[in-house]
């Protein structure tokens, strides 16, 4: 059975807490870029940070999309959640608290990543975001699409919100 490639990034207001998450799942690799780009969801998320849009936007997508059974490979340039799995054994160890004793910002979101990834047959590959054109290879042109599509969202509701 053919892998599923899902391509997953957000873009965040920092300053008013709020962003946009962007995902695209390809199923069939035949298809154009300019067909793809049409495929690509949006969803806006508040309150956020970066770190929790990035963990949002996945976990938003794994349940729209259903893919049990399906291999899954989850292209993302999230350095956080690319290094999740190497962290879970301490994070379980230690309840998901810091080292002084308090819950971690969005520790609901990570056990909920461990039992959505639990779940599936997945592998995380990190993507560079934001590089030039003349270096992107086919998987780079992809995750433009979500990158972009997030930004613009954010774009287009801050300029709405300007009116």
């Not at 461990?114 to 975001?129: A, M, N, S």
Request: net charge positive; charged share 30%.
């Amino acid at each position: 059975m053919d892998a599923v490639a899902l391509f997953t990034d957000g873009s965040v207001n920092t300053q008013v807490k709020f962003g946009y998450g962007a995902y695209l799942a390809v199923s069939d690799p035949g298809l154009s870029v300019e067909e793809l780009s049409k495929q690509v969801k949006v969803k806006r998320f508040a309150p956020t940070s970066s770190t929790k849009l990035e963990l949002q936007t996945l976990l938003w997508a794994l349940d729209d999309l259903q893919v049990l059974g399906r291999p899954l490979i989850v292209y993302t340039d999230s350095q956080n959640i690319i290094g999740l799995p190497a962290r879970r054994d301490r994070l379980e160890r230690n309840d998901y608290c810091s080292k002084k004793n308090t819950r971690l910002n969005n520790y609901e979101l990570y056990q909920e990543f461990f039992r959505q990834i639990d779940q599936l047959d997945c592998e995380l590959i990190k993507v560079q975001g934001h590089q030039a054109s003349k270096h992107k290879n086919d998987i780079d042109r992809l995750f433009t699409l979500v990158d972009r599509a997030s930004r613009n969202a954010l774009r287009e509701d801050a300029r709405r919100s300007a009116l």
